[in-house]
């Protein structure tokens, strides 16, 4: 990764954390210039942290982790929306064609809860969820959470309360990102594809009050960008 940044030489490349890629506080990032993004964003990003191509490949090796590690097992997979829709699909596609071609048939279900904590680029206090009214249906279930980012934790210990009440056999989480915030809870996801500096990241269907979704590559988000959709 690091060969291509053409914004300077000198940071440390990502490198490796076991379960996911670590990116350092002073990576700079890919410039704009070196990828296609949607024109209608023009101005409104400041670089290109994790390019398409990188994501992909990173979720295919996250499918073989999981699949070895539980794929003994029928999986219920409980994507969180509106941010994790993107990763989720590719997630359990990768599962997917893994078990085709393994001596292990994996049946997994998915479904789905929103989960809303943010309000504009601020992470909100109280945390709301949605559509998960009907969580007793994971009773003695192998369950597979699957988040866009996890920051401080908050956000999916509350979900875990809510579905742990209903007693499934085995809760996992895998998160696309973790970010390094100022005040984490300690909660770290089973599988995660990279630790993040504390920065306000769009595209591959993460948000910023419903824009930049349709956006393939993960960057960061300028000060024009936020005021220009801000609510």
């Not at 999981?66 to 359990?92: E, R, S, T």
């Not at 192998?142 to 579905?163: C, F, H, P, Q, Y």
């Not at 915030?181 to 770290?188: H, I, Q, S, V, Y």
Request: one cysteine or more.
């Amino acid at each position: 990764m690091a060969g291509l940044s053409s914004r300077t030489s000198v940071a440390e490349a990502p490198r490796s954390s076991g379960r996911g890629v670590v990116i350092s506080d002073d990576w700079p990032g890919y410039s704009l210039d070196l990828f296609t993004y949607p024109q209608h964003y023009c101005g409104d990003l400041d670089y290109v942290l994790i390019p398409h191509g990188i994501i992909v490949d990173r979720i295919e090796r996250l499918a073989k982790d999981i699949m070895q590690d539980i794929g003994h097992n029928d999986i219920v997979v409980l994507c969180v929306l509106k941010g994790g829709y993107k990763f989720c699909a590719d997630l359990v596609e990768h599962i997917k064609n893994l078990s085709r071609n393994s001596e292990r048939f994996i049946s997994m279900k998915v479904d789905f809860v929103r989960v809303k904590s943010y309000q504009n680029d601020q992470s909100m206090e109280d945390t709301r969820i949605i559509g998960g009214d009907d969580f007793s249906k994971l009773f003695e279930k192998n369950v597979l959470i699957v988040e866009d980012i996890i920051g401080t934790g908050r956000t999916m210990k509350a979900l875990l309360d809510s579905i742990k009440k209903h007693k499934p056999t085995m809760v996992k989480v895998a998160s696309l990102l973790v970010k390094r915030t100022a005040l984490p809870d300690g909660f770290r996801p089973d599988y995660y594809g990279f630790e993040i500096p504390d920065l306000f990241v769009v595209g591959y269907a993460l948000d910023y009050n419903e824009y930049f979704r349709d956006l393939n590559h993960l960057c960061v988000i300028n000060n024009h960008g936020k005021a220009k959709y801000r609510v």
